[in-house]
């Protein structure tokens, strides 16, 4: 599915005062500390962008980064024929070199239009990503490619999906490495009967095998809709994911299956959605995993009352366990729509969570919820967003936790000149900082309408984000920007 759902001014003051009293070093310090000692540095145009996206259109959907200073990125952009192609993008040793086409992708993307759902490195520069092309018949089929010593190779419609997309409709959704070679993945085709299925496949030593249905989707999915919300892997072969599927009152709810030692087994609906679900309408949007069968999985429900509300539910030991609403979320979400984009754990039982809720006026506003040994706490409003979002719109895209409580967040807001910009946000020992405008993006964004999409810590204070911007011609680029 295509992924397109620090105030710059106070540091400006800052950094002109201390330049002016001849200390460059007060001023730095005076932005690490608004960031609870997290650093990050300018936001710039993905390179190598510039010759790619003639046509104008280009987002990051993901970032992963293997190690401190080493990740890689994918998206998409549209070409001088005006066709969406597929580009990745790597970072060594805290440098982003150029972006190229995806390799093999234009031999199998005849049809114009690609995209990357997802990209997962287990290591510094061997990575795998994820997604979809249109082929010569007009098909959607899902692809892989992997990356590996730094070398991205040949891109290959995914195992199986040959036999399984029937509908011509595939792509994957989700994926995530755990270490070098040894990846999974998720998604979505179309069955011979015109029916939307989930399916997962993996990677092991390298070699990706045949994709399979999810197991027991059968049993669950009577209304014919399903697919994988987000997969994470603790280490190889033992992974979980989540999505959603239609039963057979056309109601939606929400499924959690979990790979063991290679081998996927039944995927059943989360528990406890059944009496929170009253509205008929539960998905999953984001599963980590902190260690193998210790995971956190959080997602939306419509209650009896028809609001939009957000959960999380917790594995332990393999078992899945009773889904909660988000604490602290009945006293936020006034207006009863609320969204929750994405989980993230440190470690097991130790993640965090960020979406966005409607207040008592109406303006959406951006949470974060943190668990710790297991006990999910109270959301609260992103601190420092109260000053950035004049507009009333602000949001979360991604949540990446280092370790236990050292965690980074990037989103949107809309300013007071009702223009979209960026935030970064972090927490460090268990609290969360104030957030920033990303720095960087005032200079790109001049067309009012930016937003981060992904986020990736590989260590406490080393993280990388990337999203998308609206240049002075109008034209939608790409962005990166670090910790430094």
Not at 17 to 40: D, E, I, Y
Not at 136 to 148: K, L, R, Y
Not at 192 to 202: E, I
């Amino acid at each position: 599915m295509d992924s397109r759902a620090w105030t710059v001014a106070a540091v400006a003051v800052v950094g002109v005062a201390s330049l002016a009293s001849g200390s460059a070093a007060a001023s730095t310090g005076a932005v690490a500390a608004s960031l609870g000692g997290h650093v990050w540095g300018t936001a710039i145009e993905v390179p190598g962008t510039a010759a790619l996206n003639r046509g104008g259109f280009a987002f990051i959907s993901s970032v992963s980064c293997g190690s401190a200073g080493n990740c890689s990125a994918g998206g998409d952009y549209t070409d001088g024929s005006g066709h969406q192609q597929v580009f990745v993008v790597s970072r060594t040793g805290g440098t982003w070199h150029t972006a190229i086409e995806v390799p093999g992708t234009a031999a199998l993307n005849r049809g114009g239009l690609a995209d990357i759902g997802s990209v997962s490195c287990g290591s510094a520069g061997n990575c795998s990503a994820g997604g979809s092309y249109v082929d010569s018949s007009f098909g959607e089929q899902a692809f892989v490619v992997s990356q590996t010593g730094g070398t991205w190779h040949t891109a290959i419609e995914v195992p199986g999906t040959a036999a399984l997309n029937r509908g011509g409709a595939a792509e994957i959704t989700s994926l995530s490495c755990a270490s070098a070679g040894n990846c999974s993945a998720g998604g979505l085709y179309i069955d011979s009967s015109g029916r939307q299925q989930a399916f997962v496949v993996s990677q092991a030593h390298g070699t990706w095998h045949t994709a399979i249905k999810v197991p027991g989707t059968a049993a669950l999915n009577r209304g014919g809709i399903a697919g994988i919300g987000s997969v994470s892997c603790a280490a190889a072969g033992n992974c979980s994911g989540g999505g959603f599927y239609r039963d057979s009152s056309g109601h939606t709810q929400a499924f959690v299956v979990s790979q063991v030692n290679g081998t996927w087994h039944t995927a059943i609906e989360v528990p406890g959605t059944a009496a929170l679900d009253r509205g008929g309408f539960a998905f999953i949007t984001s599963v980590s995993c902190g260690s193998a069968g210790n995971c956190s999985a959080g997602g939306d429900y419509r209650d009896s009352s028809g609001n939009r509300q957000v959960f999380v539910v917790s594995q332990t030991g393999g078992t899945w366990h009773t889904a909660i609403e988000v604490p602290g979320t009945a006293a936020l979400n006034r207006v009863g729509l609320a969204g929750l984009a994405s989980v993230s754990c440190g470690s097991a039982g130790n993640c965090s969570a960020g979406g966005h809720y409607t207040d008592s006026s109406g303006g959406q506003q951006s949470f974060v919820v943190s668990q710790a040994h297991s006990t999910w706490h109270t959301a609260i409003e992103v601190p420092g967003t109260a000053a950035l979002n004049r507009g009333g719109t602000a949001d979360i895209g991604s949540v990446s936790c280092a370790s236990a409580g050292n965690c980074s967040a990037g989103g949107d807001y809309t300013d007071s000149s009702g223009r979209q910009q960026v935030f970064v946000v972090s927490q460090v020992n268990g609290t969360w900082h104030t957030a920033i405008e990303v720095p960087g993006t005032a200079a790109l964004n001049r067309g009012g309408f930016a937003e981060i999409t992904s986020v990736s810590c590989a260590a406490a204070g080393e993280c990388s984000a990337g999203g998308d911007y609206v240049d002075s011609s109008r034209r939608t680029q790409v962005f990166v920007v670090s910790e430094t």
